[in-house]
């Protein structure tokens, strides 16, 4: 979730609360406690009350941020300001405890920052203060800074083993809320998933039904189409009903593969051609014996594809068993269709049939397999061959 100042959240997801939560609650703890013991160092005249003082200003600035604009994350990245200034500062003070508790509070903002703002950013921040560290360190030893040494009081060891005691509850109070945090995502994650797949399983079973309802009504318009069909005595007129029926059966079929099949965003075109040519065969009651042959390597065809491609394979069988095979005893449908390399499409159907020659050189079956042939941004070429007729088809998108 993107958040800029002046956004409010009214809505935050888990994450986003666990986040705001973890930096507010670490800040006001930070601005008390870096507060008091500032004071407290201030009082004893340790030097150590500089950094806590800045420390417990950064932290009330982060804390305004938090409750007046609730971005965690500038939030974050100003503690990620804060905690490598300390680093410098505390680097170039020396005293007998060493900087046990320093490292302590480095692992205490890294967990944080790794929380809030995710893994680049928290890579970026151990990195910042290593790099810190190491640089500070080679500088001592090549003369160029020197480290100032804090003497050794009372006071110091009671500063020590306190500084211990609180940078020990805060680095442990962001373990348990980051942990806490992580395992509740989880559950809602599974939770969300859970009612996701139900969700979708209820979806998929209206579609199936919706495509079940619609290849029935477009079984009953053409069942009605058959039924006018009889009242037609004009033979043009006749193939016009007949060339109607087979398309509107030819998406009919196109709806019954669909809520038969297991993902609906797909359609099985192998199955699919050979549905449509059985279909087509008993329509125009050939007598001559018909063999087909289909291979393809392209297994399935989105809907989007799928009724304009049908469409074209219609037309093309329809003109096969109406113009081909009637002087011939056997009758031979190919089909070749392969996916190639750059996802694009090529297909070829052939027949062996001699064509009977048409009556017009642009009948409506060959606009609307050169309208669906654009429709897909492909290309078509027939060829009239000794063999038979070829027609090959390019497809340059995947469909």
């Known amino acids: 979730m993107k958040q800029k100042i002046g956004e409010h959240i009214e809505n935050p997801d888990y994450i986003d609360k666990a986040r705001y939560d973890v930096s507010r609650n670490l800040f006001i703890l930070l601005a008390v406690i870096l507060g008091l013991v500032g ?43 804060m905690a490598f200034g300390l680093t410098i500062y505390n680097m170039c003070i020396t005293s007998n405890y060493g900087h046990f508790v320093d490292f302590l509070w480095i692992m205490v903002i890294a967990i944080y920052i790794f929380f809030v703002l995710g893994n680049t950013w928290g890579v970026i921040n151990l990195f910042l203060n290593i790099g810190a560290v190491m640089v500070v360190l080679y500088l001592v030893r090549v003369g160029i800074v ?27 109070y962001i373990t348990i809320k980051v942990l806490n945090a992580l395992r509740k ?66 998406m009919a079929i196109i709806h ?20 449509l040519i059985d279909d087509l ?33 219609n037309e093309l069988i329809s003109n096969s068993l109406e113009h081909a095979f009637k002087q011939i005893p056997t009758g ?10 750059d996802r694009s499409i090529t297909m070829h159907y052939s027949d062996n049939g001699v064509w009977v ?16 042939v654009e429709q897909l941004d492909g290309t078509c070429k027939r060829e009239v061959l000794e063999s038979g007729t070829h027609y090959y088809f390019e497809f340059p998108k995947q469909l």
């Not at 998929?204 to 069942?223: A, C, D, F, Y």
């Not at 297994?299 to 074209?312: D, F, K, N, R, T």
């Not at 031979?332 to 390399?341: A, C, S, Y």
């Open 39 to 81: 004071i407290l160092n201030l009082a004893q005249r340790d030097i150590n009350y500089i950094p806590l003082l800045f420390g417990t200003g950064i932290s009330l600035m982060c804390l305004g941020i938090l409750l007046r604009w609730r971005n965690y994350k500038l939030a974050a990245y100003m503690g990620m300001i």
């Open 146 to 172: 020197e480290q100032v040494e804090k003497p050794f009081t009372n006071f110091s060891q009671f500063n020590f083993i306190l500084n211990c005691i609180i940078s020990g509850s805060v680095f442990t």
């Open 185 to 250: 995502t989880e559950k809602a994650i599974k939770e969300a998933n859970t009612e996701l797949v139900r969700s979708n399983h209820e979806k998929t079973i209206m579609l199936k039904e919706i495509h079940h309802r619609v290849k029935n009504n477009l079984q009953v318009i053409t069942s009605l189409l058959r039924l006018q069909l009889h009242e037609v005595e004009d033979e043009e007129s006749r193939h016009h009903f007949n060339n109607s029926i087979n398309r509107v059966s030819a």
């Open 256 to 275: 019954e593969k669909m809520y038969q099949s297991e993902a609906l965003s797909r359609i099985d075109l192998e199955s699919y051609l050979n549905t």
């Open 281 to 313: 065969i008993s329509s125009y009651a050939v007598n001559t014996d018909i063999k087909t042959s289909i291979t393809s390597n392209v297994q399935h065809i989105s809907p989007e594809s799928i009724v304009p491609l049908a469409l074209i394979f």
């Open 332 to 341: 031979i449908i190919n089909v070749d269709i392969k996916r190639n390399e």
């Open 357 to 372: 020659k048409p009556q017009k050189d642009a009948s409506f079956g060959n606009e609307l397999i050169e309208s669906f």
